[in-house]
């Protein structure tokens, strides 16, 4: 009896170590990845690639406390609690939000599409836009045979300024209702830029985004060039736009670095950043949001939806910016008192 005693309390030593340590891995492992996201810490391939699933980390840490606490673990329960709440401070608030208002403001409706090497079908892109009444249209991966065919299909009538640029590939494309003032394209990847004078309101400059897709170990480079070249908010004299496939999502430092720069993400303030917007087609890798419009602080958004537009494996993004008011007669901005 006593033998067989003392081989059920060992057994049953073993498990508990068992447990203690699968409990400390899930806590250590949570821990260090809620380390990385908030540090702002990854470099290279593949902690960029990684770090884009936070929002799904959050919720598999859920599950992971669950099962901890269940074990009772309780000093590595409050360890992965604390991983639990710093995630969930980095991914939750871009899910918290709302439509804004600005009295008097001038509404610019904008549409952003990744044309997925320009095979998303034609017809679409041109009703789509038609039916939410954009002003501004920013196309990437664009190449000059899919532009005369949009602007065919109707693009040209309705959005008689235009400005492109193109590498050996693909390019990129603005549309627009009012005229556009051309400047220097990015150096890099021909990322598009123009003033667009907006009838009754203030001038802003536009830039269609389209950095290198991090997907490779040699993308890492060209990734972190293109995220260089980006200009800082309120270093053109006039409100910057920023709108296009960014290739990241918020949790990913790079595109963080520009955004506190002075900018803010359309889905982030609507409430709906956790809106995937690639891959559309399949399930797997799981989708995640890095197509984006980013606006100056100063600007508001009223309107923000992710759009399906058959052919690409993006999603397009359409959203409503408000523009400041322009200076009334007496000098001051409508709706100032």
Same mark, same amino acid.
Not at 197 to 221: C, F, K, L, Q, Y
Not at 281 to 303: M, N, W
């Given at each position: 009896?006593?033998?067989?005693?003392?081989?059920?309390?060992?057994?049953?030593?073993?498990? %508990? +170590? =068992?447990?203690? *340590?699968?409990?400390?891995?899930? @806590?250590?492992?949570?821990?260090?990845? /809620?380390? !990385?996201?908030?540090?702002?810490?990854?470099?290279?391939?593949?902690?960029?690639?990684?770090?884009?699933?936070?929002?799904?980390?959050?919720?598999?840490?859920?599950?992971?406390?669950?099962?901890?606490?269940?074990? %009772? +673990? =309780?000093?590595? *329960?409050?360890?992965?609690?604390? @991983?639990?709440?710093?995630?969930?401070? /980095?991914? !939750?608030?871009?899910?918290?939000?709302?439509?804004?208002?600005?009295?008097?403001?001038?509404?610019?409706?904008?549409?952003?599409?990744?044309?997925?090497?320009?095979?998303?079908?034609?017809?679409?892109?041109?009703?789509?836009?038609?039916?939410?009444?954009?002003?501004?249209?920013?196309?990437?991966?664009?190449?000059?045979?899919?532009?005369?065919?949009?602007?065919?299909?109707?693009?040209?009538?309705?959005?008689?300024?235009?400005?492109?640029?193109?590498?050996?590939?693909?390019?990129?494309?603005?549309?627009?209702?009012?005229?556009?003032?051309?400047?220097?394209?990015?150096?890099?990847?021909?990322?598009?830029?123009?003033?667009?004078?907006?009838?009754?309101?203030?001038?802003?400059?536009?830039?269609?985004?389209?950095?290198?897709?991090?997907?490779?170990?040699?993308?890492?480079?060209?990734?972190?060039?293109?995220?260089?070249?980006?200009?800082?908010?309120?270093?053109?004299?006039?409100?910057?736009?920023?709108?296009?496939?960014?290739?990241?999502?918020?949790?990913?430092?790079?595109?963080?670095?520009?955004?506190?720069?002075?900018?803010?993400?359309?889905?982030?303030?609507?409430?709906?950043?956790?809106?995937?917007?690639?891959?559309?087609?399949?399930?797997?890798?799981?989708?995640?949001?890095?197509?984006?419009?980013?606006?100056?602080?100063?600007?508001?958004?009223?309107?923000?939806?992710?759009?399906?537009?058959?052919?690409?494996?993006?999603?397009?993004?359409?959203?409503?910016?408000?523009?400041?008011?322009?200076?009334?007669?007496?000098?001051?901005?409508?709706?100032?008192?």
């Amino acid at each position: 009896m006593e033998e067989g005693g003392g081989q059920g309390a060992a057994r049953e030593r073993s498990r %508990r +170590r =068992w447990v203690s *340590a699968i409990c400390w891995t899930l @806590a250590g492992f949570f821990m260090l990845w /809620a380390i !990385l996201r908030i540090g702002g810490l990854e470099r290279g391939y593949p902690l960029v690639q990684m770090v884009a699933y936070t929002p799904y980390v959050l919720m598999l840490s859920l599950l992971a406390l669950l099962v901890v606490v269940l074990c %009772r +673990r =309780w000093l590595a *329960a409050g360890f992965l609690a604390i @991983a639990v709440i710093a995630l969930a401070l /980095a991914v !939750l608030p871009r899910a918290i939000g709302g439509p804004e208002s600005m009295p008097g403001a001038r509404p610019v409706r904008i549409l952003t599409f990744n044309l997925a090497k320009s095979k998303a079908e034609t017809r679409a892109v041109v009703e789509e836009a038609a039916r939410r009444e954009v002003d501004l249209i920013f196309l990437q991966e664009l190449t000059r045979k899919k532009a005369r065919e949009l602007n065919r299909a109707g693009l040209g009538s309705s959005y008689p300024h235009q400005v492109m640029s193109f590498s050996e590939k693909y390019g990129n494309g603005i549309w627009s209702r009012w005229p556009l003032i051309r400047r220097e394209s990015l150096p890099v990847k021909e990322q598009p830029r123009a003033d667009v004078r907006v009838p009754d309101s203030i001038p802003i400059e536009v830039v269609s985004a389209h950095p290198t897709a991090p997907i490779h170990r040699s993308d890492m480079g060209l990734w972190e060039r293109d995220y260089g070249v980006f200009p800082p908010a309120f270093s053109a004299g006039i409100p910057i736009v920023l709108a296009g496939d960014f290739n990241a999502t918020l949790d990913h430092a790079n595109l963080r670095n520009v955004i506190d720069t002075g900018y803010r993400d359309a889905a982030e303030v609507i409430g709906d950043g956790l809106a995937p917007t690639w891959p559309s087609t399949i399930q797997f890798p799981p989708p995640v949001t890095i197509d984006h419009v980013l606006a100056e602080k100063g600007i508001a958004f009223s309107q923000y939806d992710v759009v399906k537009i058959p052919g690409s494996d993006h999603k397009a993004i359409f959203t409503e910016i408000l523009l400041p008011p322009v200076a009334g007669e007496n000098g001051s901005a409508a709706g100032e008192t």
